[in-house]
């Protein structure tokens, strides 16, 4: 048994030294078969360019005529075309409805945590309320915080 788990091992090491072989030879296989592309170079950070004083330029005044503009020619005016034909309607924006009191989620729970005397879990809440089960539990950790409800035993909550 223990000459078989020596000769296992050095099967093993064997296996992962050709392994290591043959990747270092694909890795020089794949470099030879791809053209490198040309090196990019960086831009150095050009400096400060030297103000080169001109030469003076001579300069030889001129009489020059003063250029006449020719009256723009108009043509005759031309009224804008009316398109007739029916009159489409505009419709009236609607007005978002405005939310009444006493509605939300966490009254709905509070409801019905307040009409029990020996208290309610989340699952009934969920049931009766249709919420999800996150939602239901989300409101209760609020209310909770709030102090408007008390835990009577492990999940299970009353009115305070």
Known sequence: MKSLKKELRSISKELTALTK?????????????????????????????????????KRVARKKAPAKKAPAKKGPVRKARVKKGPVKKTRAKKVPAKRTKGVTATDQVMRIIKRTKKGVDAPTLIKKTGFDERSVRNILYRVFNQKKIKRVGRGSYIAA
């Open 21 to 57: 072989k043959t990747e270092r030879v694909m890795k020089a296989v794949d470099k030879l078969e791809k053209p490198k592309p040309a090196a990019k170079r960086k831009a150095k950070p050009k400096a400060k360019a030297k103000v080169r004083k001109k030469a003076p330029v």
